[in-house]
């Protein structure tokens, strides 16, 4: 008995030495249309700030096609996502904010917000309370990623890789729309030339801003575009953009006034 139980004992620590082996291993996630780092921290039972230090990730954004490293998911990551899902968290928007700003704030993605709080768009108001699904310690509305769909009109153009240059005004557009579930082409070239190739590959070109949309136009030697966060209830609208007042690289955010943006071409 002493022999049988010794073995049974040996087997046991064997299997508990391999499975602890396997939940430290890192693993490769390849991010999807839709998904945010809070909803792949979820799915490996991992905390955000992990995949942000194995991946060398300084703020809280991914987009389809990029490739992660996921750390161990033992016992450690469980807790650290469990302690991330406890107690409960609302945010009260302040003014200038959009569901970008906030979503980018907590690590989770603009349609998880929109969906924890029945949102019918992407507008939002100065004192509103929104829901910060992934913080309610339920995973509730946050728990599993929703594929956004693409609604662009264009053909297969559209492009995972980012080759327009770092930290400028195209960089930042493709992320964000990529980010957002609506690829567009790498292949535009510089921004005097978005419009007229966006309307050669099918996208709706017109001067009526929406959400989601890509501002364009022709300021400066080789045009400007910006991404469109919110259109307000005054007719003015809140984008954000790249090396247009701050260095390439580094995001910033302007309202234009409603007399202005109708001047303005949109991609859709």
Avoid at 23 to 45: C, M, R
Avoid at 148 to 174: E, I, K, M, R
Wanted: some cysteine; hydrophobic content about 30%.
């Amino acid at each position: 008995m002493k022999k049988l139980a010794f073995a049974v004992t040996a087997a046991s620590g064997a299997a508990a030495f391999i499975a602890n082996n396997e939940a430290d291993a890192s693993t490769q996630h390849t991010v999807k249309s839709g998904e945010s780092l809070w909803s792949i921290s979820q799915q490996y039972g991992v905390s955000i700030d992990e995949i942000k230090q194995n991946n060398n990730i300084n703020n809280n954004i991914v987009f389809p096609g990029q490739v992660i490293e996921i750390g161990g998911s033992g016992s450690q990551g469980q807790e650290s996502s469990s302690n991330a899902t406890s107690g409960g968290s609302t945010h009260t928007v302040e003014s200038g904010e959009s569901l970008n700003i906030i979503a980018n704030k907590y690590g989770v993605s603009v349609e998880e917000i929109v969906s924890a709080n029945n949102l019918n768009g992407y507008i939002i108001y100065p004192n509103q309370t929104l829901t910060i699904p992934g913080a309610t310690g339920t995973g509730g509305a946050g728990g599993s990623s929703t594929e956004t769909p693409n609604t662009n009109t264009g053909d297969s153009s559209a492009s995972d890789a980012n080759l327009y240059d770092w930290g400028q005004c195209t960089w930042h557009v493709f992320n964000r729309r990529a980010e957002t579930g609506q690829p567009i082409s790498t292949y535009w070239w510089n921004a005097d030339h978005w419009a007229n190739n966006a309307a050669a590959d099918g996208y709706t070109v017109n001067n009526s801003p929406s959400a989601g949309s890509i501002m364009q136009n022709y300021e400066g030697p080789i045009g400007h575009v910006a991404y469109v966060e919110q259109v307000n209830p005054d007719g003015s609208i809140l984008i954000s953009e790249m090396n247009y007042n701050t260095p390439p690289g580094t995001v910033d955010y302007r309202t234009i006034p409603a007399s202005q943006a109708s001047s303005y071409n949109y991609i859709h």
